[in-house]
Nanobody
Framework: QLQLVESGGGLVQPGGSLRLSCAAS????????IGWFRQAPGKEREGVSC????????NYADSVKGRFTISRDNAKNTVYLQMNSLKPEDTAVYYC???????????????WGQGTQVTVSS
């Protein structure tokens, strides 16, 4: 069974950092691009970042550019999202998703994790 499991969320003060992980089981992550999305209460799911299968291409939403870094370790079958300089507006449930290409449209992705809550508050 193909599964993605996110972890690393939590409560952090503004300006703090978190590192999210997206671990795959039941399939090899090498063949998939991985996107990170987030959804705040009452808002639509939005794309945050994406990394290509090789890791050679990364994309970021303007709102997180310069603060977030996506990376992957195919040997560990895991993708990471390092989030620095966090702001209250980054508060959301964060999801990772897998497809053969990077997309900003969440409907293009075949596989999703269950999400991890990130709360930025003092």
């Amino acid at each position: 069974q193909l599964q993605l499991v996110e972890s690393g969320g939590g409560l952090v003060q503004p300006g703090g950092s978190l590192r999210l992980s997206c671990a795959a089981s039941g399939f090899t992550l090498d063949y998939y691009a991985i996107g990170w999305f987030r959804q705040a209460p009452g808002k639509e799911r939005e794309g945050v970042s994406c990394i290509s299968r090789s890791g050679g291409t990364t994309n970021y939403a303007d709102s997180v550019k310069g603060r977030f870094t996506i990376s992957r370790d195919n040997a560990k079958n895991t993708v990471y999202l390092q989030m620095n300089s966090l702001k209250p507006e980054d508060t959301a449930v964060y999801y990772c998703a897998a497809d053969h290409l990077c997309w900003w449209d969440p409907s293009k992705y075949d596989y999703w994790g269950q999400g991890t809550q990130v709360t930025v508050s003092s």
